[in-house]
């Protein structure tokens, strides 16, 4: 809580348990959880939890056949290398970029050796 008093347009009640419940607009509140997730992110960027790409680099993930192919090629890596590094065949590389399914054990370990969470690999 950061003791900042409630938007202007915020009622409060207090429910038969004593607790203070705030009631506010929509658009009050959507404008508090979008800061909130920005916050969250900027924290998340800060304590190396996640990393921040920049405009070309997210216009060059739009257009990469497949979000591993971008990781793969942002760390320098080709095929070979991140096949060898994560204990796979190149082919299983190519197939992945290529859109075949995987099980999460195998995207784990690609995740891993490009360090990014899986969720960025999907």
Known sequence: MTGKAAPASAKIIVTPKGERLAILPAEDYEDMRDALVHAQAIADVEAGRDEPITLDEMHALLDAP???????????LTRAALAEAAHLRESDIEDLESGKAS???VMTRIATVLKVAVEELL
């Open 66 to 76: 497949s979000p591993l192919t971008f990781w793969r090629e942002k760390r320098g």
């Open 103 to 105: 099980t999460k054990k």
